[in-house]
């Protein structure tokens, strides 16, 4: 019984050291205001909070990392402004666009259905050949009632 109780505790141990040991390497993964951040090398590199999401939030998210300028210019109604401080849509896929290429994602998106539809609406219409005027005036249309405060972006 004592062998047990001495394999028993050996187990549990070395679950709770290498849970440890596991938090510190992924340090590149951060949690704010209920959101993961991820850093990855490029815009290429997808985050693996997306490994067990569907295949359309991935896509989106691969969209909207190569349309920032887009999707600068497009506010998000999901209320992501006042809860998260988001300044527009490419905030709820992208926390920051570092110089050396690398990405830090956020999971925003994959828990808002308002941002995934804005980003997918967006880049279709941009692909259709509409100016980023034309685009954001469908969306501000679109989405100026029944939604929550857009976020603050500048207009165009």
Same mark, same amino acid.
């Given at each position: 019984?004592?062998?047990?109780?001495?394999?028993?505790?050996?187990?549990?141990?070395?679950?709770?050291?290498?849970?440890?040991?596991?938090?510190?390497?992924?340090?590149?993964? $951060?949690?704010?205001?209920?959101?993961?951040? $991820?850093?990855?090398?490029?815009?290429?590199?997808?985050?693996?909070?997306?490994?067990? #999401?569907?295949?359309?939030?991935?896509?989106?998210?691969?969209? !909207?990392?190569?349309?920032?300028?887009?999707?600068?210019?497009?506010?998000?109604?999901?209320?992501?402004? $006042?809860?998260?401080?988001?300044?527009?849509?490419?905030?709820?896929?992208?926390?920051?666009?570092?110089?050396?290429?690398?990405?830090?994602?956020?999971?925003?998106?994959? #828990?808002?259905?308002?941002?995934?539809?804005? !980003?997918?609406?967006?880049?279709?219409?941009?692909?259709?050949? #509409?100016?980023?005027?034309?685009?954001? #005036?469908?969306?501000?249309?679109?989405? $100026?009632?029944?939604?929550?405060?857009?976020?603050?972006?500048?207009?165009?």
């Amino acid at each position: 019984m004592k062998k047990i109780g001495s394999l028993l505790l050996i187990i549990l141990i070395g679950t709770s050291l290498s849970g440890c040991s596991s938090e510190t390497e992924e340090s590149h993964i $951060e949690h704010v205001h209920g959101d993961v951040r $991820e850093e990855t090398a490029s815009i290429e590199a997808l985050p693996g909070f997306l490994v067990e #999401k569907p295949e359309n939030i991935q896509t989106i998210y691969a969209a !909207a990392a190569q349309h920032e300028e887009l999707l600068e210019n497009m506010p998000c109604y999901c209320g992501c402004g $006042e809860s998260v401080g988001h300044k527009n849509n490419y905030d709820c896929f992208v926390h920051d666009s570092k110089e050396d290429g690398s990405i830090v994602w956020d999971d925003h998106g994959t #828990k808002c259905g308002v941002c995934l539809e804005i !980003a997918a609406q967006s880049i279709k219409q941009l692909q259709d050949g #509409k100016s980023l005027e034309e685009i954001r #005036k469908n969306i501000d249309d679109s989405y $100026e009632n029944g939604y929550a405060e857009p976020t603050p972006t500048p207009a165009l």
